[in-house]
């Protein structure tokens, strides 16, 4: 079986993105009174969005399940207050679940989280819940910047994110450090900003004793680990000199990575560098580049076809396309079990 760990709702219908646009508009007006509202997408629209886009590539693709969430770059934490978010973040779960319910083969949920800006991450902590002990969901997104680029929430390693991760701890779910938009003109949402993130969240590990205070809690780092494997030298000699544990030491059962790399020397290079038991298969289809690449006539985000080309043993190649995945996401293993072999 081939678990795709990384997807995103990118193809929803345009009455979620109508019902975003009406929200934003109504935090211009002081007068308007924010209600959550109702959502109207019929169980045909889902179809609609899904068939021709994320589900036709994993029948040509050869992949089986998505861990699924709602569109990264559209969680949009910075806009509005809470309450705002809180409304949002609801609507964009509640449509995965349907998603889920409708493709359970197929799909097994992710939640976003209603982050904002100078609000608790324990304020959070309500709607991972829901997700987990009622949705079915099997991790989180968790975003280390809501600001949008501004960066003035404390590193991941401070004891302001601890409260959400004991409770991460005891509902044994992982967390994908994923920003969303960006606010800032300097940084591009998907080309610098995501990668910025990625890099950023894997030096603050390595400053703190996180791991040493919560023993079983597990990160993904998407998009390959942002610039960590092409600076991974850099990275130990820091390490080094300020005395910490070395890297494999220190992401061992605690950090991973995936493959949303769109090149296969990027892809070789992940694998030449990090071990195989903390890589796991992802594509982000279809997200950040929907193209075809000119030099090898395949989509970019076609990310199996670079794996393929590696010289992995069966059991490094069983363990990147599945069983890391069931590692890392204990959870799934219920929704999702093994096929017979």
């Given amino acids: 079986m081939i678990i795709d760990c990384h997807g995103h709702y990118t193809t929803a219908p345009k009455e979620l993105q109508a019902y975003r646009d009406s929200q934003i508009a109504g ?118 910047d809501p600001s949008g680029g501004s960066w003035n929430a404390p590193p991941l390693t401070d004891k302001h994110w601890y409260p959400f991760y004991e409770r991460m701890v005891e509902l044994d779910v992982p967390a994908m450090i994923h920003v969303s938009a960006t606010c800032n003109p300097n940084f591009h949402t998907t080309g610098s900003h995501y990668i910025n993130a990625d890099t950023t969240a894997f030096m603050q590990f390595i400053t703190a004793d996180l791991f040493r205070d919560f023993p079983t809690l597990r990160f993904i780092i998407p998009h390959g680990g942002g610039a960590v494997p092409y600076h991974w030298g850099r990275y130990r000699g820091l390490a080094q000199d300020a005395k910490r544990p070395p890297l494999g030491e220190m992401i061992h059962n605690h950090v991973y990575f995936d493959t949303c790399v769109y090149h296969q020397p990027g892809i070789d290079l992940l694998f030449k560098i990090v071990p195989p038991g903390n890589i796991l298969f992802g594509s982000e289809m279809v997200g950040a580049v929907r193209g075809i690449d000119p030099t090898t006539g395949h989509y970019y985000d076609d990310t199996k076809r670079y794996i393929d080309k590696l010289s992995l043993s069966a059991e490094d190649k069983r363990n990147v396309f599945e069983d890391n995945t069931r590692k890392v996401y204990p959870r799934i293993n219920k929704r999702i079990p093994r096929k017979a072999s």
């Fill in 27 to 144: 935090l211009k007006d002081p007068a308007h009174v924010p209600s959550k509202g109702n959502l109207k997408i019929t169980d045909d629209q889902i179809r609609e969005s899904l068939e021709g886009a994320q589900l036709k590539f994993q029948r040509e693709r050869g992949s089986d399940v998505t861990i699924f969430s709602p569109r990264a770059s559209g969680m949009g934490h910075h806009i509005g207050n809470e309450l705002t978010s809180r409304h949002w973040t609801e609507h964009c779960n509640d449509l995965i679940y349907r998603v889920c319910e409708l493709y359970p083969q197929n799909f097994v949920g992710v939640c976003a989280l209603p982050q904002s800006p100078g609000v608790p991450i324990a304020n959070s902590i309500s709607e991972l819940e829901r997700c987990v002990q009622k949705l079915g969901f099997i991790g989180c997104n968790l975003n280390p």
